[in-house]
């Protein structure tokens, strides 16, 4: 993995420090990280001025800053998949202490793999990691070379400056740090996990939460378990089942047909409907030479 | 596989590193027609060292003759864990993984792992960052760290070498001659042991009527009943599996055809319990008091 700042970045810092003393804080805006786009496609203009992270103007998970266009949904499984495994890559090779929520925890208890129809991934860091993070990896690129990537590609760590304010009353900015790919602007919302001061005040121990207004017993997330996501060693939280059933009920672990789809058990896969019928005369699935998984 | 066709079980079974899901236990252990041997089963001991000395000098146990599995949960909470893995690795005893061994592998795995590796170029050497067992620090989980701070790597390594699935087979005609499987707090019934979720092994406590998904908290029901039920209709009865469990203590001894409760409360000042089946597959049950260690 090679490793860089963007020059921009260091000419706009090199800027600042000759042309103003004090070094002030500034978002990384369209002109200080832009690679192929000469026009910025971030929701900016329209955003109020406390929210750090923008959303593009024409999906709301896409950086506007790198990316003018949603990918077909075939393509962006791909660049979600690879996403997942240079992040997770990335944090255990810095030491940062990461783990997968929500639907990509899902998607690990079926398959260890992020479901063919989810749109995002989902990441929460403790808070001490993200605190390492923004002292010593904001705004660093981080080059990847891909299979079928000619070129590699190049993934930018941003974190927001406002992760030091912990209250769910700063909701403009409920996401502390995001994983982009400067390719395609699909990024990876990551939030932290932080001690519920609140409840600790009074007297209740062992209760965390997030900016976006997840709670959790800190039993049930730590200690993290050692598994593999998308074929990339990652973190899981202890009492992941007990999770699960909590944020989608029981049935999401049993349910195999599910948005189009229905878990193949003999594949170990989610087959879309209808994909027999396209592909093989309604012949079982267990004569049908595999399905590449990427 | 049952029939219906969103059974639970269907998913790839969760997979972690330093977790053996599932063994057998050796042949040679297990009593045949011929040889006076006894398999010694004990619930959950939580540290107690001293009440497991007693109920191995109540049972006779004897080295060579008899062996002891334990049915997890044998350390954290009570007086003295070291002691109690201590004991364990002497008398040559199998275990299962407890919900409690699980925290206390992960926690000292995550003690030797590499986080926040590199000070940073302008950070001042001589500030550590070492306060991962403390109190303050942002997991909670310092009363496990502390724990896996007292065990020796051997112990943590006889501790890791627990399966969360432990199979017995069948012991002579005990039980109408089916398997015996030992696993901490319960078995999904329907589903192969291998496909068994091992959180949900080692941490249930009831099963929800509808879907079926075993689960920790109590609102379904008991998964011993669930387990029962699905066990009679099985046939022949040489297909019907018993389980040796424990981690309730709520529900303390809980004997019924095909599950065996063995956790008796020790830790609460209730009784450490041994069940003992012999060479004639006759089963027995012995159990001592315990001094109250924790309300």
Known sequence: ??????????????????????????????????????????????????????????????????????????????????????????????????????????????????MPWDSDVDVQMSESSIEYLATYYNMTIHHYRLPGTPGGRDYLLEVNPYYVNGSTTDWLNVIDARWIDTESGLFIDITTLRRDREK?????????????????????????????????????????????????????????????????EKKMEWIPNGWLNRHNGGIAANTKPKIKAK | MSKNPNSFGANTRPQFTDMIHLQEL????????????????????????????????????????????FAGDLIAKGPDSPATVDIAMKIGASCVRGNHEDRIILAHNSLHAKVHPLPGPQEDPHVQEDFLDEE???????????????????????????????????????????????????????????RQDPFLVMNMRTIDLQTRVPSEDRKGEPWEKIWNHHQSHLHPPNQRTTVIYGHDSKRGLNIQTYSRGLDSSCLKGGQLTALIIDSRGKQKIVSVDCKKYSG
């Not at chain 1, 060693?233 to 999770?243: F, M, V």
């Open chain 1, 1 to 114: 993995m090679l490793f860089r700042l963007p020059c921009q970045l260091l000419l706009a810092i090199s800027w600042l420090v000759v042309g103003n003393p004090v070094l002030r804080k500034r978002d990384a805006d369209f002109e200080s990280v832009r690679t192929r786009l000469t026009k910025d496609h971030s929701g900016k203009g329209g955003d109020p001025k406390q929210k750090y992270f923008h959303e593009s103007t024409f999906h709301p998970h896409y950086d506007g800053r790198f990316a003018e266009k949603v990918l077909p949904n075939n393509e962006r499984h791909k660049y979600l998949s690879e996403m997942m495994q240079t992040y997770l890559s990335t944090m255990n090779d810095v030491g940062a202490e990461t783990w997968i929520m929500h639907g990509s925890l899902l998607g690990w208890w079926w398959n260890r793999k992020i």
């Open chain 1, 200 to 264: 600790e005040q009074k007297g209740l121990k062992g209760h965390m939460m997030c900016k976006d207004k997840h709670e959790y017993l800190a039993a049930d997330i730590f200690p993290l378990r050692d598994s593999e996501f998308e074929g990339t060693p990652t973190k899981i939280p202890y009492a992941y089942a007990g999770l699960l059933e909590k944020e989608y009920g029981s049935k999401a672990l049993t349910n195999k047909n599910f948005e189009n789809h229905f878990f193949d």
């Open chain 2, 26 to 69: 050796e042949t040679e252990l297990i009593p045949g027609t011929e040889a006076d041997r006894r398999l010694i089963f004990i619930g959950d001991v939580h540290g107690c060292s001293e009440e497991l000395t007693k109920l191995l000098g109540k049972v006779k146990f004897e080295h060579g003759k008899d062996h002891v599995i």
């Open chain 2, 136 to 194: 303050s620090f942002s997991h909670g989980d310092y009363k496990d760290r502390a724990l896996a701070k007292l065990l020796s790597e051997k112990q943590i390594k006889w501790l890791k070498s627990c399966p969360v699935i432990l199979k017995v087979g069948p012991i002579g005609n005990y039980n109408g001659g089916g398997d015996v499987v030992v696993a901490h707090a319960g078995l999904a019934p329907g589903v192969t042991l291998d």
